[in-house]
């Protein structure tokens, strides 16, 4: 039998790197708290049709990303019903806003999440199908604020502000405004005017979204396209004064909070429920795949799938992206270096295995890590397996279970001493070397 290996664009994350991943996610709780955000969790799965509407028919994700089956039909009269693991995240989280009646507050609701989600892409560095992300939305009615341009702003502070505890050194932040639908509707015909003579020279995506929806042109990820691209109109110049203005609000509250920001007018993001402020986080240091979050206002989402009005900003950063990051500049790796414990117990004969579990048990409680190793361990195979594992050995015999005092010898110091069963958590929890 073949041996059965994880799925293509599927990976085991394993210890020590683990301990990044969680560094990174605990990094993000603690900034997103200060900001007053809560975590929701929203299942893995959903109805298909709650992508289709929200993330958009054309897009490249409903179009051919989405891993999608039919459930079994509970009962023969019953349709199957189509479920869709889910793609991103912001659709679940603005389903459970309808739902559950989160607009009835009168409140913002500031939301975060961080979980897998899953697209059907070719997998590369930095692009996998089952990949994570943290991400945040704020929606509330109108009455609440939700549409106010200070919300952009301090949700594009909150991650420059993230990205820079994490030690995400040489960001940009790329900002354009995709302007309200009636922007949208206004850019598209100026859009499909100007693509008429060029579409022909353009790739076969690009000559079917012409004629299904031409700002994707502008998303389109083929190089040869990418000189006609620069010669097409820019959206800022088909936004009505009521966008212009909300955008101008964006950058000048970001000026007064001192966050840097490119202009990026070709910005349209991959997702059709964007209005008004897009935005990408990217880093040189990833290459191909160089964006390490993205996101911007989606004012007509909730409608879209049957809610109240409810305007919301948000953003989804890819976490095995930032990990990348991360783990290129820290050349040392010492987040990545293996667990050390503070002791490794080495019981002296199998019936010290009872007593050693007793005494790993008490300083585990008292808060240190602790290896412990088996009786059957000849001294000499316990000194190597400790010496691995931890930063002191503590041996067990029988004499040391008669006299309470016991042999601890610290790695790093070579020194071994006599300590009391008593003192033994308290001695452990010094720095090594003594
Ligand atoms: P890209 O242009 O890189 O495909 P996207 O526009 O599809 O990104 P979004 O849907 O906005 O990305 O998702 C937000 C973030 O999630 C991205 O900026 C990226 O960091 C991360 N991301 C998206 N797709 C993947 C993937 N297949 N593997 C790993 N990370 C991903
Ligand atoms: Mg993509």
């Known amino acids: ?69 039919e459930d079994r039909a509970r009962a023969q009269s019953e349709k199957p019903q189509s479920l869709t693991l ?45 990949f994570w992300q943290i991400g945040a939305e704020v929606i509330g009615p109108p009455s609440a604020g939700s549409e106010s341009p200070l919300r952009d702003a301090e949700v ?19 900002l354009n405004s995709v302007g309200s639908s009636a922007d949208r509707e206004r850019y598209n015909q100026v859009l499909r005017a100007a693509l008429v003579d060029v579409a022909p020279k353009m790739c076969v995506d690009c000559q079917r979204r012409v004629v299904t929806n031409p700002l994707r042109v502008l998303d389109c990820k083929v190089p040869e396209d990418q000189p006609i691209i620069e010669t097409l109109p820019k959206i800022g110049d088909s936004l009505g004064q009521d966008s212009k203005d909300h955008f101008a609000q964006v950058t000048a509250a970001l000026e007064a909070a001192g966050v840097p920001y490119h202009l990026n007018p070709r910005l349209v993001r991959g997702l059709d429920y964007y209005t008004r402020t897009t935005f990408e986080f990217t880093h040189g240091g990833l290459g191909a795949q160089n964006a390490l979050l993205g996101g911007g206002r989606y004012d007509g989402l909730s409608e879209a799938i049957g809610g109240p009005k409810a305007p919301g900003i948000g953003f989804a950063m890819g976490l095995d992206r930032l990990v990348l990051t991360l783990q290129a500049k820290e050349a040392d790796h010492s987040s990545a270096s293996p667990q050390v414990a503070d002791a490794y117990i ?11 579990l007793t005494l790993a048990r ?34 067990l015999g029988e004499d040391e279970l008669q006299s309470g005092i016991l042999t601890v010898k610290d790695f790093a110091s070579g020194i071994q001493t006599k300590v009391p069963c008593v003192e033994l958590a308290a001695h452990l929890a010094k720095p090594g070397g003594a």
């Open 1 to 69: 039998m073949p041996t059965l290996k994880a799925v293509r664009g599927t990976r085991d994350l394993l210890p020590p790197e683990t301990a990044l991943w969680n560094r990174i996610e605990t990094t993000a709780r603690q900034v997103f708290a200060r900001y007053n955000f809560g975590e929701i969790r929203t299942p893995i799965f959903e109805d298909t049709s709650l992508f289709a509407r929200s993330v958009g028919e054309e897009t490249d994700i409903v179009s051919k990303e989405m891993y999608t089956w």
């Open 156 to 174: 594009l502070e909150m991650l420059a502000t993230l990205l820079d505890t994490l030690g995400i050194a040489g960001w940009t932040l790329e």
């Open 362 to 395: 008490e300083l585990r409680r008292a808060g240190l890590h602790i290896e412990l190793g088996d009786g059957s361990f000849r001294l000499k195979k316990s000194f190597e397996a400790a010496d691995k594992a931890a930063r002191r050995i503590v041996i």
């Open 346 to 356: 080495a019981p002296l004969g199998e019936a010290l295995n009872a007593p050693a």
């Open 86 to 130: 889910r793609p991103e995240n912001t659709a679940g989280v603005v389903r459970a806003y309808i739902e559950h009646k989160l607009g009835e507050t009168g409140q913002l609701q500031k939301l975060y999440y961080i979980g897998p989600q899953f697209r059907r892409e070719r997998p590369q560095k930095g692009r996998y199908r089952q």
